[in-house]
């Protein structure tokens, strides 16, 4: 079994992949040398997180992270700190995410068998997470990944919440998150509304209608809408819908759902199996109540529209996976020494402990 230490020396950075946590955070493909793995490292850098309750969601996400134990939900390596930088060691997914997908090739949405695949794989995430108690918060096409192999992995955990509380289950949560500006247009009415109600579970029922509309239409639901006019749009049961030849701005009140945007001519051809509308349609209901639980939503018949033998990785061509963009064009990998020079860092500067005890708490 191979160790990941907490030893900057064995992990080799090659490039960097990109930004998360609003610029806070650097992602880096990396290898493993001693096992020669491709990874991700995801460096925090501590300089820009001034704020106390961002620097304790870092640490939520890696300690819960470490709990779960699930294929459609990432995992990590190890994680350490290493001079002004949190280091998170994880698994390379080597088609990055569902959003720079989209955004790098398919403006107009994904072919509608990968929606489903990947709606599959993150409805098996929702169910297990639901499961042992505990609400994400953030389902969005940025926080699924995708692996070299096609399986879509759910990410993002530092905006989960945990159902239960002194050993009973709750039956409506009222721990609303601080930092939903990122998030707003995926959460549900209810979350948003921040009433006596609360919410529970199904609100990340309706966060996952909203991204298989993303997923599907190539654009977030409510992109050019004004903020303060979505949170009304949603709370008086305004919602997106998949776009096609059926549905496409048939009325004003869709084209407020979805934003003013300029309307692709291939939105107008393509046709969307009925049994995609129907599910997107039910996650997005207004009352949560009437939307169904997560493994109820497993048995729902667009899922067996998969076939035997369907693979994502095949409809998401002409993307390719990451390893083998390194294997092609490995003289154009920047080299580590010149990106940084980790020699110059303070080993001692924080000191986290990400570890858990006995008892699987930290």
């Known amino acids: 079994m191979t160790q990941f230490r907490e030893d900057i020396s064995v992990y080799r950075i090659i490039s960097i992949l990109g930004g998360c946590f609003q610029n806070r955070a650097i992602v880096n493909l990396a290898k493993h040398v001693p096992s020669d793995r491709m990874l991700a490292v995801k460096r925090y850098q501590l300089e820009k997180i001034r704020d106390s309750y961002l620097l304790d969601l870092i640490e939520k996400e890696i300690i819960l992270t470490r709990q779960l134990q699930h294929p459609n939900i990432i995992s ?47 409805t098996e995430a929702i169910s297990y997470l639901h499961k042992i108690g505990f609400i994400h918060r953030a389902i969005r096409a940025s926080h699924i990944l995708i692996s070299a192999t096609g399986k879509a992995c759910l990410s993002g955990l530092r905006y989960a919440c945990s159902i239960v509380n002194n050993g009973k289950w709750q039956k409506a949560i009222h721990s609303f998150p601080l930092t ?75 084209r407020e759902c979805q934003g003013d945007c300029d309307v692709p001519v291939s939105w107008s051809k393509r046709r969307f199996n009925s049994h995609l509308h129907e599910f997107c349609y039910i996650c997005l209901e207004r009352e949560s109540s009437n939307r169904p639980s997560a493994a109820q939503l497993l048995q729902h018949p667009v899922f067996k529209l998969i076939k035997k033998g369907a693979s994502l990785p095949e409809l998401l061509k002409p993307a390719i996976p990451l390893s083998d963009k390194v294997a092609f064009n490995g003289e154009e990998m920047t080299n580590v020494d010149q990106i940084e020079h980790f020699s110059d860092m303070d080993m001692s500067l924080y000191d986290w402990d990400f570890s858990l005890d006995e008892n699987g708490e930290h």
């Open 180 to 254: 939903t500006k990122s998030n707003l247009n995926w959460l549900s009415p209810e979350l948003l509304e921040q009433n006596l109600k609360g919410y529970n579970e199904k609100s990340d029922i309706y966060s996952l209608g909203m991204v298989c509309c993303e997923l599907a239409n190539g654009r977030e639901p409510f992109a050019e809408v004004d903020t303060t006019l979505m949170l009304v749009e949603k709370v008086r049961g305004c919602a997106p819908s998949l776009l096609d030849c059926n549905t496409i701005f048939s009325t004003s009140e869709d």
């Open 76 to 122: 990590l390596h190890t994680a350490f700190v290493y001079g002004p930088e949190i280091f998170v060691i994880s698994p390379l997914q080597a088609y990055g995410s569902c959003k720079s997908l989209i955004n790098s090739h398919f403006n107009e949405g994904l072919p509608e068998l990968a929606v489903i695949l990947i709606l599959r794989d993150v």
